[in-house]
Every structure is written in C-alpha cells, then in structure tokens.
C-alpha cells in the first residue's frame, strides 16, 4: 500500500506562473481534502484550493498550464488552472490513482490497485488507453523526448519502458527491493530508482534497460533528485530524518545532510541550487543549498508535508 496515514499529506509541486513574480509551490493536504498555494520568495500561503478526497499524487503541465492531483480516496484527478488558482475539471479514472505525469499530448496516472496506466488525452480530457504494468505501479518518469515512460513496480522489483506512441510495455529492468521514486538525468540515459525496503538506489542505464549500479543509501528511500547540472543526485532517507548525496559519475555515497523528521518528496528548484525537502512528520520543508550541502531554510507548512511526484517547473 502506499502509506497514507491519518493526518493531513501535503505534497508540493514548484511552478513558474506568469500571473505571479514568484515561482509557487501547491501543496496537497490529504485530510482537509485541499491544496495550499505558497508564494516560494516569500515562504505564505496565498490560497487554498478544495480538490477530491485524500489528494497525493502532483504533476505540472508546462505545456498547458495546469496542475494535476490525484485523489485515491475518490479515484479522480484534479485539474487546477494555474493563473486562476482554481480546479477547473475533475477527471473519473479508476480506483486507485496515485503517481502521475503529465507531457505536452498526455496525462498518465498510475493506478495502485488495479495495475495499469491510465492515458488521458489533455485536448479532449478522454481516457484513451489502460496500459498493463507490474504490482503496485509507484512512480512515473518520462524520457526528455517524451516517447518512453518509465514505471516503477514497487511489489515487482522492477522498472518498465512503456513506447508513449503505441502505448505498449517494450523492456523492464530488475532493481533491488521495492522500487518506488525516480528520477531521470537530463539526456534520459540514466534513471535513478529509490528502493524502500532494500535501502538502496538502483542506476539503469535507460538504452539497454540494464542496472549499473545499487548504491547504498539511508533507511527507506523514497524519492531522488538531479541538482548542478546532474552531478548530484539527492535521496530523501525517511528513517533517519536526513538526505544521502550521491556523485553520479563515480556512483558514491559522497554526504548525509540532516533534514526534520520522515522526509519524503524532494525536488530541485530552478537555478538547479536549491533542494526542497517535504517532511512528512515535523510539517516543515527543509530547503537544502546543493553547493555547500547546508540546510539554509525551514519552513513550516500542513499537517504531513509529503511531495510526491513532479513538481517543479522548467
């Protein structure tokens, strides 16, 4: 299952809006059944927007200007304009919508329960396919072309390739144990899988869909991300409260940056610097400087901050 708990969730998603000078921040609270919009330069919630039941899952539309939230108590996904600040369309998927990513032509959306992707076509809002995946489909990452789509099978230990113009599963990758966030570099080469249960993170190289490498990180990791132009790669540890630093080219554990308690989603901020980190028990974010590997800023946001999936915005 994927870990909801009594308490409010809140994810973040880091977005550049044209109707604002600031880059915003939406952030999901999974009891109250809303999201918190947060002005990132100056740190304060700007609105709150009410969506479906028990919202986690978060991706930006770039192209089209939306946020998505999916909302596994109601099995729908939220649609909220990004200048109006407001949910503009509910779409009806299945059961369990969890991770989700949107590109330029589609919406994907994970179901947990049933085992399959969901694609969606964001010019007519249809449903147009349901691709069969593994076990529990965990997290989503699309190459920069956007032809291939990566899933995570966290109850199959593997990762798959699914061919975005067929819509048809073409390779898999075996990772260690229970894979679930992920990250790809700029070039689509490489894809970084944290797997909770192993404590490790797998590296597969995406051209053969062969792992490189398992490195050993901190207790239960759940989600990866690339800063300084790729040559870090930042692991959220949610046992022991803290972040497990990587160099990518010699694939070393290299830092441990100590965050609040049970860090889960991160992402890296525009300018490729600074790192937010949602965690999850103290209802804070940590705000990490990539280069000197110190928590600069804590900033206090809803009840179970956890930031699932792609938040930010090119």
Same mark, same amino acid.
Request: charged share 20%.
């Given at each position: ?70 909302? %596994? ?21 299945? %059961? ?124 239960? %990791? ?47 901020? %525009? ?44």
């Amino acid at each position: 299952m994927f870990s909801i708990r009594p308490g409010i969730a809140l994810l973040l998603v880091l977005v550049s809006c044209s109707a604002v000078a600031a880059p915003l921040a939406f952030a999901t609270n999974q009891q109250s059944n809303n999201v918190s919009v947060i002005d990132i330069e100056k740190n304060t919630v700007i609105s709150t927007i009410a969506v479906g039941k028990e919202p986690a899952g978060v991706s930006v539309d770039n192209h089209g200007g939306h946020v998505f939230i999916s909302n %596994p108590g109601d099995g729908t996904v939220s649609v909220i304009d990004i200048k109006k600040l407001e949910v503009v369309r509910s779409l009806k998927l299945g %059961p369990g919508p969890l991770a989700l990513i949107a590109g330029n032509n589609f919406l994907y959306v994970a179901d947990w329960y049933e085992d399959y992707i969901s694609v969606v076509d964001l010019s007519s809002w249809e449903e147009l396919s349901r691709v069969p995946v593994g076990r529990s489909p965990s997290g989503l990452v699309l190459s920069p072309d956007q032809r291939s789509l990566y899933v995570s099978n966290r109850d199959d230990d593997t990762v798959m390739v699914i061919n975005t113009e067929t819509f048809r599963v073409t390779g898999s990758a075996v990772t260690q144990q229970r894979p679930f966030g992920m990250t790809l570099d700029a070039d689509g080469s490489r894809l970084y899988v944290a797997n909770v249960k192993s404590n490790s993170v797998t590296v597969i190289e995406t051209r053969l869909m062969q792992p490189v490498a398992h490195i050993a990180v901190g207790e239960r %990791p759940y989600a990866v991300s690339l800063a300084l132009a790729g040559s870090r790669a930042f692991v959220t540890n949610q046992y022991e409260n803290n972040i497990s630093v990587i160099d990518t080219r010699s694939l070393e554990l290299v830092d441990t940056i100590a965050v609040d308690e049970y860090p889960e989603g991160i992402n890296t901020l %525009p300018g490729d610097r600074q790192i937010y980190v949602a965690n999850w028990f103290s209802n804070t974010v940590s705000v990490i400087d990539a280069v000197t590997g110190e928590l600069v800023n804590t900033i206090d946001v809803g009840d179970g901050p956890r930031a699932y999936g792609n938040f930010i915005a090119d």
